[in-house]
């Protein structure tokens, strides 16, 4: 029995979702989360069968911000704990808290560099003059906030699960780069490292740094990532 820790960075789970399964509310995408986890315990793909244990499942993530900022588009203050983002945000992370076998891995945001960012194809018609400035809408601005110590939790528990011998191995859910050192001390130690970035482009020399590469849902067509495209059935959770 292969005893199997499931890490996930919540913020990139919820960003892939919303492209393969579509939006929810913040319960139902606990849930979904959830079931997509343990798909990675029966969904072998062309690997060997294995009987899999769920040691745990880790959601690395920060709690909504309740800041006042300025939009620069309509020159007025929001506050965000009146947004929708703030309640659907507290509604996900109070539902994974009841999820059997979730533990929720709380980083924090970095509210001092908190503001909107013009959304980069705006960007790019203003700079080809396809768009001036007076027509710019509230929708080509998006919320930035920067989260801090989420990397640095997912770290530190990749290298305690795999110090401890508590499991045998890992599954990460992320797109970035920056658990490769982590990655690397798991392996060394004996662990099982497996990569699910959801179909997420990587860089192609991650692969001499984990164990293999999964992801537990059908490969969507090349053009899922416009928000316009329909999301076929065989992806929905």
């Not at 789970?13 to 492209?19: G, H, L, P, S, T």
């Not at 029966?42 to 690395?60: A, C, H, P």
Request: proline share 5%; aromatic share 8%.
């Amino acid at each position: 029995m292969i005893r199997t820790a499931i890490l996930v960075d919540s913020a990139f789970y919820q960003k892939r979702a919303n492209i393969l399964f579509g939006q929810k509310t913040g319960q139902e995408r606990a849930s979904e989360l959830c079931e997509y986890c343990m798909r990675h315990l029966s969904d072998f793909g062309n690997e060997t069968w294995e009987q899999k244990y769920l040691y745990r499942i880790f959601v690395y993530d920060c709690p909504p911000s309740d800041k006042t900022i300025m939009h620069p588009l309509t020159q007025q203050s929001v506050w965000l704990k009146r947004t929708d983002l703030y309640t659907w945000t507290n509604s996900f992370h109070e539902a994974l808290t009841h999820k059997r076998k979730v533990a929720l891995r709380m980083g924090e945001l970095l509210e001092s560099t908190a503001g909107y960012v013009m959304n980069a194809d705006a960007v790019k018609r203003l700079c080809r003059g396809e768009m001036q400035v007076p027509n710019l809408k509230e929708s080509d601005f998006h919320l930035d906030i920067q989260q801090k110590g989420v990397d640095m939790r997912i770290g530190l528990d990749i290298a305690s699960l795999a110090y401890k011998r508590l499991v045998d191995q890992i599954v990460l859910i992320a797109g970035d780069s920056d658990f490769v050192p982590a990655a690397k001390h798991a392996r060394r130690e004996g662990i099982d490292f497996i990569l699910d970035p959801m179909w997420h482009t990587i860089k192609p020399s991650l692969n001499e740094h984990i164990d293999g590469l999964h992801s537990c849902v059908q490969k969507p067509p090349h053009n899922l990532d416009d928000p316009l495209c329909v999301i076929p059935h065989s992806t929905e959770i």
